[in-house]
């Protein structure tokens, strides 16, 4: 164990050079997520303090030490550390093979306070002194749309993803559905009316500057022969269909991370 004063984490992966993100932890199973795991230094004191147990700087063998928060908490939570967009997954309880590591009893006096374990959902720099905060995720939905293996995506003005290539979609109103958004947001959006939704997959996206999050479902609609109109110009510059083998570039966050996943249109997913 080696302390670093910043670290690339990578998504579905790890820390760089952490011995689970090259696979060669001591536990080789995929029952929980092993992509980060944090204890609080408070944990740690205290475990001082009350049973004379010094644990070391590494010792814990916990990638992140944080101080003033609450790492129980944070269980099926999405939160920030620094530019890293996490999601806390279980506890990380104390183990007898961190007690033969360190020759110290830590099973009773850890319970509960051992740390947390967490996935990665973006590749960032985690540095320390960065900031851990939470966030509320927010729902989006995606509307694909294709015709003889071309997909619908339109050229973002809004705030969001501005200057990257997206499909229609949207933010759905309270009570509605994703599938009702999608019929009512590329209407609104292309003129085109659809039919037929069903939902084809879902991605969790973090945009830093904002440190927003959302949750986008993408649900896949049939339609007519008529040509989608850039109806919300001042967020749509225009309208365009693609070969899914040629996308442009660059692609707005969650579509990347639709394709990134393995989806394709011809195929179930």
């Known amino acids: ?45 205290e475990l001082q303090r009350v049973d004379r147990v010094v644990l070391r700087p590494g010792e814990a063998r916990r990638n992140l030490t944080t101080r003033g928060v609450e790492l129980n908490a944070l269980v099926g939570r999405a939160f920030w550390v620094g530019d890293a967009l996490c999601r806390g997954t279980h506890l990380c309880e104390p183990c007898r093979h961190l007690e033969e590591l360190t020759g110290k009893r830590l099973l009773r006096s850890l319970v509960h306070r051992g740390g947390l374990r967490a996935q990665l959902l973006n590749s960032a720099v985690i540095r320390v002194g960065d900031p851990l905060k939470t966030v509320e995720e927010q729902e989006g939905v995606g509307v694909l749309i294709v015709r003889r293996s071309r997909v619908l995506l339109g050229l973002r003005l809004s705030a969001y993803g501005q ?3 997206s499909f229609p979609g949207g933010k759905p109103h309270a009570g509605e559905t994703a599938e009702a958004c999608a019929l009512r947001e590329l209407r609104e959006e292309t003129g085109l009316v659809g039919a037929n939704p069903r939902p084809i997959g879902m991605t969790v996206d973090g945009f830093a500057d904002s440190r927003h999050v959302f949750r986008t479902t993408f649900v896949r609609l049939d339609t007519g022969t008529a040509e989608p109109v850039a109806r919300e110009p001042e967020k749509t510059a225009r309208w365009h269909w693609f070969d899914w083998h040629e996308l442009p570039q660059p692609l707005f966050s969650p579509v990347a991370s639709l394709v990134a996943a393995g989806y394709r249109p011809n195929t179930a997913f």
Do not use: H
């Open 1 to 45: 164990m080696r302390s670093v004063e910043g670290a690339c984490a990578l998504k579905g992966i790890g820390l760089a050079g952490d011995r689970y993100a090259i696979g060669a932890g001591f536990w080789r199973d995929s029952k929980v997520s092993r992509d980060l795991t944090l204890i609080e230094s408070e944990a740690i004191e």
């Open 163 to 165: 200057g990257t290539w």
